[in-house]
């Protein structure tokens, strides 16, 4: 599929990429789409099209990523996305909302409804990244150093991205040249490298358990049971900390999950809000 042009909106200092379907009918639910580490709303182009003749979709691509800004002003905070996420809905008059969240876009979710509870109705977490600690003290200070991101661009050149994405997937006839390219388009712009440093500077540590457990939204996890980057088990613990949460397991699926079974994900996501 063809990938639409991206309109541009300035949310406090940072200028956001995105794409919005309104639906004809006003009253359906609108879904707004996370996107994980690394990666961009790309990561969504097969799910889409899938959901847009049912409900209003609201996509983006958060600060440093896909065709976002990469502003070295902001923090690049979960808490921070996150509030950025809840500024988006408000200039965008959305109400109510069912945050979808793949990968570290499902912390952003968990946090957004934390934040502003009163306009999330329900949440979708496909392949959340939980439980991870922040980056070390060395790290941190590591990022300071004037030639930290360069360091960066460096490291991430000499890697085999095709490997490297083998790794996320099940299926590896899926990673065509055009798919890889894709994913990887934030990373040859001007400023990546610096923002990613900021990043791994200012990301914080995932939710803990006891505030997971003060989420008590109708919640479906969704998990490639081959996931080797956010393993089932993050999922199975999740879906014991969340107070109303399902677990729907999808086999021979990786952790790129909207991208290997695009159809399975759109019709679970279509059961559990006719619920």
């Known amino acids: 599929m063809s990938i639409p042009s991206k309109k541009r909106i300035q949310i406090d200092n940072v200028t956001l990429a995105y794409e919005y379907y309104k639906h004809t009918n006003p009253h359906v639910h609108t879904l707004v789409f ?3 580490f690394l990666s961009s709303s790309f990561s969504f182009r097969k799910l889409l099209p899938l959901l847009k003749k ?27 996305y996150a509030a950025l996420t809840n500024r988006l809905l408000e200039r965008m008059q959305i109400s109510k909302a069912i ?25 979708i977490l496909l392949c959340s990244s939980s439980y991870i600690k922040s980056s070390s003290l060395a790290i941190r200070l590591c ?6 991101p360069l360091c960066l661009s460096l490291s991430m050149s000499a890697i085999n991205l095709r490997k490297n994405f083998e790794h996320l997937v099940y299926d590896h006839k899926l990673l065509t040249q055009e798919v890889i390219d894709g994913y990887t388009s934030s990373f040859n712009e001007k400023g990546f490298f610096l923002a990613l440093s900021r990043l791994i500077r200012d990301r914080e540590e995932d939710l ?6 003060k989420i008590n939204f109708p919640t479906l996890l969704i998990w490639g049971t ?14 014991k900390d969340l107070p109303d949460a399902d677990l729907l397991t999808l086999s021979h699926t990786g952790h790129l999950i909207p991208e290997e079974r695009p159809v399975e994900v759109s019709q679970a996501i279509h059961q559990f809000l006719q619920k």
């Open 34 to 36: 996370i996107h994980g």
């Open 54 to 80: 049912n409900y209003h979709l609201l996509c983006f691509d958060l600060p440093g990523f896909g065709e976002s800004e990469k502003n070295c002003d902001i923090h690049y905070s979960l808490h921070e």
């Open 99 to 123: 945050l979808i969240g793949h990968s570290m876009g499902g912390q952003i979710a968990l946090r957004a409804c934390i934040q502003h509870p009163e306009r999330i109705e329900k949440l």
């Open 143 to 148: 990022s300071y150093l004037p030639f930290f």
């Open 208 to 213: 803990s358990t006891s505030t997971l457990n």
């Open 226 to 239: 081959y996931d080797r980057l956010v393993p089932i088990r993050v999922g199975e613990r999740m879906k």
